[in-house]
């Protein structure tokens, strides 16, 4: 497969200025006619070249007029026109086959309904085109089927027109007025229900909000259409940016290999991110279709009224879009218990990626498989970026930046370094260095040492930034980065920062931002009465490992008035515990003490409480580790939740029994913390496997009026009792194996589980008439879930490794972009023991040896291998 380097990008040698398509959807067949009106850039005569994917072609026109064979050429990946002239219209007709389509990108069959996925190379699957984003064009589409398979007939912008014909066929004529590349191009066809409502803006305008679902689901899309007018006001308030046409559609499909699209006035979502009431969904799927409907919606500015110039680019939208959601959910939520999420999701996904094999800067400048690049580095990272430019600018400057960016860059496709200059415009610093974020891979470190002299009143904090090589062994730069810090008194108050020296190099001081731009600084804060506690990196301001001695931790746990840094306290206390009992120590009694003041602490806000109380993950265990020893963390973490159980049992058993009450219903934020800790109190207590816990955990199941509580007890339940699970288990399974969202749930629960069997278990749910392989979702509940099962998937006879790869190489037939986002899984290669380390390379050998693998599990594969 080729390499695609960003440094030879060209811009294309044509313009698709419109583009007018017809489908005629037929039961075996669609046929695709697309119109374009081509403009060449430059005064001589050259060659044009369209995209195309897996095309039957039938025609080519060039003003009307059918060319000879020998006026163009074609090949597996183009359709080549040698001189269609200066300006012409160009018609190639297309045949191809929705019902076949397994990949899910370009035009392709969910559960009945036609639907397609155009990012970022699904257009070329259906008609040739300038498939890249610098092609911007004005998009007409007509779409024609029989009214009583798809009544609904639906595509990008407003509906112009609509009508039937006497043989039972009828169709729609969409016309979007904003020119916009292929990878927003959207229809959907088929028999679907839906609701509406709309929506005034501020300038007055009236929009149309409709959500299409499956019929019989309609009452599970009020929240998706709350959480979409919250957001079209959300932009409104916050960037004064408002929506502009007079319809936005949303649609939901059982089958859709990411989250959601953004396409232009007619958003495609999976099923999951649409659909949810109290009795399937629970309260962390309701926050994330608040999430996901409202990143979706904010692309509408960020992404497709401005745009990205090339693949390259990818993170000038999605992490400022990511950013922008977070910030959406930090203002409907609690912030702080928003932003310990976004962290802890950084970490668990993000950390690891930056520490692998497939290693990239959130600019990558090279790629096999674009696909490949919808990563945690370019969508969490890339956020972190923007929040640390939100960091350095502060709110005000921030807006004005962003306006600039808007103004400027409207109604184009742009670069990362346009971005960066809307941002210079505003900055108080030069963003020169800054830009490295851009450019450099892996997570820097941050190691913090101080001192303090009693006799002067001063404070010396040494800090040492650890910038690791790049994947290929390059030596990499200091960052430019905001650090927010704080010294706390005796009673947690916030002391005024003197600091000594040149305060000119530090312009964001008065903020409590301290800038670092070197490998090794030091900074002196005068006028102390006594040692403060050093409260660093607050709000977690840059995306690095923070080092700092340990002295602090309780009492930050305990005080510090940044959440955040308390929540990062107890972590990392507990961390170090769990790392003292996996060298043979007992738990420190200290840490148990922090714990039971936590947890007896009723001024708490009762989802930050659920967080402050919980352990690391394996996952970030294992990035302390030299060589990963999953069993010892798997032994010590569950040992320290048991001896957690036993010395706050009863504090524990009376806080489940207030919280465990039927008024605790309802999607406000008391009641999703007061489920949160519950379930959190449960988990520990039922460590223990003690008759009452599981009582309890029955009792749970039996009584919840939400799927939050349901879950927790049946999970808790299956992974920790599995006889007495039996019952629950055969009871959620005949409630809902009509309702594939919440056989998800069931199957994660079976793959998940630490019991024995799980393996077989997941083999046989594999066979059962619930799961079907071409749904991704359904893949990804159940065989993703088993490939982060950290005690089978380690399992240390490799049979975890084995079944992984078989069921890499079987969906690569079927569905290539679900197939390496499993093969993400062996990232951990390089850092295990020797033993696993070759079971691993075993797997990992036979799936590069597959004959005909796709190149997206190629380029995964064979970096790990590397
Ligand atoms: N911009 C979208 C990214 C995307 C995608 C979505 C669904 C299926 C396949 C896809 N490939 C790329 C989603 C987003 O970030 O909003
Ligand atoms: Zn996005």
């Not at 257009?123 to 890249?132: L, Q």
Request: hydrophobic share 40%; proline share 5%.
């Amino acid at each position: 497969p080729k390499t695609i380097y960003l440094k030879e990008y060209e811009a294309p040698a044509y313009h698709i200025l419109s583009t007018e398509l017809t489908f005629e959807i037929f039961e075996e067949h669609t046929l695709v006619i697309n119109r374009m009106a081509i403009k060449r850039r430059g005064d001589v005569p050259v060659p044009l070249l369209l995209d195309g994917d897996d095309l039957e072609l039938l025609c080519v026109k060039v003003d009307d007029v059918k060319i000879p064979t020998d006026a163009y050429e074609r090949n597996e990946e183009t359709l080549t026109l040698f001189d269609p002239g200066a300006e012409a219209t160009v018609q190639v007709v297309t045949k191809i086959y929705p019902d076949k389509n397994t990949a899910l990108e370009g035009l392709y069959r969910s559960g009945g309904i036609y639907c397609t996925q155009c990012e970022p190379h699904g257009f070329r699957r259906i008609t040739y085109f300038i498939d890249r984003p610098d092609n911007m064009s004005v998009f007409t589409v007509k779409v024609i089927a029989e009214q009583s398979v798809c009544p609904v007939l639906l595509s990008n912008g407003n509906l112009e027109e609509e009508g039937s014909f006497p043989d039972g066929r009828h169709y729609a004529l969409w016309k979007d007025p904003f020119p916009k590349p292929s990878y927003l191009f959207a229809l959907v066809a088929g028999d679907l229900g839906r609701i509406s409502d709309n929506f005034t803006t501020a300038e007055g305008n009236e929009v149309a909000l409709h959500i299409y679902v499956d019929k019989g689901n309609e009452p599970r899309a009020d929240h998706a259409m709350r959480s979409l007018k919250a957001s079209m006001r959300w932009d409104e308030e916050t960037y004064g940016r408002s929506y502009d046409l007079s319809v936005y559609n949303i649609v939901a499909v059982d089958s859709f290999n990411m989250g959601a699209m953004e396409n232009k006035g007619l958003n495609i979502f999976n099923s999951h991110y649409v659909l949810a009431d109290e009795e399937t969904a629970t309260d962390a799927d309701f926050l994330g279709i608040e999430s996901v409907i409202a990143h979706e919606y904010f692309h509408n500015w960020t992404g497709n009224r401005i745009t990205c110039r090339d693949w390259f680019q990818l993170t000038l939208k999605e992490g400022l879009t990511v950013f922008r959601d977070q910030s959406f959910s930090a203002d409907m939520q609690s912030e702080v218990v928003q932003r310990i999420r976004d962290v802890d999701m950084l970490r668990e996904r993000q950390f690891p990626e930056d520490a692998g094999p497939t290693a990239h800067p959130i600019k990558p400048e090279q790629y096999i498989e674009i696909n490949n690049f919808y990563t945690a580095t370019v969508y969490e990272k890339g956020s972190e970026v923007i929040r640390m430019l939100h960091t350095i600018l502060g709110e005000k400057a921030w807006r004005a930046a962003m306006d600039l960016y808007f103004e400027t860059f409207d109604g184009q496709a742009v670069r990362t370094e346009d971005f960066l200059w809307a941002m210079q415009q505003h900055s108080p610093i030069d963003l020169a260095q800054f830009a490295l974020w851009y450019s450099q891979e892996r997570t820097p470190s941050l190691c913090a040492e101080h001192s303090y002299d009693p006799a002067s009143g001063r404070l010396t904090l040494k800090l040492e930034q650890i910038v690791p090589d790049a994947v290929d062994g390059r030596k990499q730069q200091p960052y430019c980065m905001p650090l927010r810090l704080a010294l706390l008194g005796h009673a947690g108050e916030e002391l005024p920062l003197q600091l000594e020296g040149d305060t000119g190099a530090q312009p964001l001081l008065e903020r409590g931002i301290l800038l670092i731009t070197r490998d090794e600084e030091s900074f002196t804060f005068g006028g102390l009465a006594s040692e403060p506690a050093l409260s660093l990196n607050r709000h977690f301001g840059a995306p690095v490992v923070m080092e700092y001695p340990q002295e602090d931790v309780m009492n930050l746990m305990r005080f510090d008035s940044d959440g955040f840094v308390r929540y990062e306290a107890a972590q990392s206390f507990a961390r170090s515990t769990l790392e003292a009992m996996m060298r043979g120590e007992a738990v420190s009694p200290q840490f148990l003490e922090s714990f039971k003041h936590i947890l007896e602490d009723e001024s708490l806000d009762l989802q930050f409480k659920a967080q402050l109380l919980s352990l690391p993950t394996v996952t970030m265990l294992m990035q302390t580790q030299q060589t990963v020893d999953v069993h010892a963390i798997l032994e010590a973490s569950d040992a320290l939740r048991r001896e957690i159980a036993v010395a706050c049992e009863a504090t524990m058993r009376h806080l489940y029994a207030l919280l465990h009450r039927p008024a605790h219903m309802g999607l406000e934020a008391e009641s999703i913390g007061a489920r949160a800790l519950k379930n959190r109190l449960l988990g520990y207590l039922m460590a223990q496997q003690d008759a009452e816990s599981i009582d309890s955990a029955m009792a749970q199941y039996e009584e919840s009026h939400t799927m939050t509580d349901r879950l927790a007890a049946l999970q808790l339940l299956h992974h920790g009792a599995p006889e007495a699970a039996e019952a629950p288990m055969r009871d959620f399974y005949e409630r809902y194996s009509g309702d594939m969202l919440v056989m998800t749930k069931y199957f994660s629960v079976i793959a998940s589980s630490p019991q024995p069997d799980t393996l077989s278990r997941v083999r046989a749910a594999m066979e059962d008439e619930v799961f079907n392989i071409k749904v991704p979702n359904l893949v990804r509940s159940l065989i993703g879930s088993f490939a982060r099962n950290p005690y089978h998937f380690h399992a240390y006879d490799g049979s975890g490794y084995a079944f992984v790869a078989e069921q890499i190489i079987a969906l690569d037939a079927i569905n290539p972009m679900i197939a390496a986002g499993l093969s993400g899984a062996f990232k951990t290669y390089n850092r295990l023991n020797a033993h696993s380390r070759a079971q691993m390379r075993d797997a990992l050998e036979k799936v590069q040896a597959h004959r005909g693998i796709s190149k997206n599990v190629y380029e995964i594969v064979g970096k790990i291998l590397a």
